[in-house]
Structure formats: C-alpha cells, structure tokens
C-alpha cells in the first residue's frame, strides 16, 4: 500500500515590538477574517525555510528587512481546521528583534490599517487564536494545541 503522508498548512507570523508596543494590521479583502487584527504574517511558499518565509512576509506585508539572524521562534500553535475544506494549520510566531525600515502597509488590498497597539492589552477585535499565541508566549509556554 502506497504511503500518503498527512500535510498541514504552515504560516508564519512576526511579533515586531517596541517597548511596550506590538505591530497590528488589519485584515482586509481576503475574505479570511477581514476586519481583525493580526500580526505581520503568512503562509511558507514551499521550498523556503520558516525564517526565509518569515522574511520574505515582512518584506511583502510591512515593507521592513528583518534580520534573519534575530527571529527567534516564541511559540508553535497547532489549529483543528476551523471548518470541513480547511486544513489543519501549523502556526509559527517570531519574535523579529532586528529590522531595517519604517512598517508600513506593503498589500493594501490585504490590510487596511497597521498600527502599533499596548502589547499588554489585546483588542477585542484580534484574531483569536492570535490572542491565544500572545497569551501563551506571555506565560512562558512554547506549544499550543488550539481548536481540537
């Protein structure tokens, strides 16, 4: 019998900080949870390590160059598919603690607002499993079983 090995969707997500403040942007136009809050983030392209991806995001998304050298990973959330065509996802979350460049909207047809927000407070409007990843990597933790 011919061995069909599982796959799961892997994305990648950039903690930016700034003294007390974390970067947010607001979903839009990709009908995945338009509206929210989220972090700098996005799907490996396959063919590229995590770090390369993480990268590569930055670059597209907030128009920033991150050292590569200073993405550290902070947590991994492993998400239940949120409905029957979905898959089940692999969250890596980076904390990126060197960048060259000003964030700013890179996709404005994907996000219609970037913001630095209080690290400290989570708003009510933020995707939740990223609440949850933020929670998380508050209490020390480095694994997250979400959804299941």
């Known amino acids: 019998m011919p061995f ?10 950039g903690i930016l900080r700034d003294r007390e403040r974390v970067l947010l942007m607001r979903r839009a136009g990709t009908g995945y949870r338009d509206g929210q809050l989220g972090l700098p983030a996005g799907h ?11 990268v590569r995001e930055l670059r597209e998304e907030a128009g920033i160059e991150a050292d590569p050298h200073r993405c550290r990973l902070a947590l991994v959330l492993h998400a239940a598919p949120e409905h029957a065509a979905d ?8 904390f990126v603690d060197g960048w060259t460049g000003e964030p700013r909207i890179g996709e404005p047809d994907k996000c219609s607002e970037m913001r630095w927000a209080d690290a ?12 949850v990843a933020l929670a998380a990597i508050d209490r020390g933790e480095s694994l997250v079983l979400h959804g299941w």
Do not use: K, N, S
């Not at 490996?44 to 993480?54: K, N, R, T, W, Y």
């Not at 898959?87 to 980076?94: D, M, S, V």
């Not at 400290?120 to 609440?131: E, K, Q, T, W």
């Open 87 to 94: 898959f089940e996802y692999l969250h890596l979350f980076f």
């Open 4 to 13: 069909d090995p599982f796959r799961a969707a892997v994305a990648v997500h």
């Open 44 to 54: 490996l392209d396959g063919g590229e390590d995590a770090v390369a991806g993480l």
């Open 120 to 131: 400290r407070i989570r708003p009510a409007d933020l995707v939740d499993y990223v609440g």
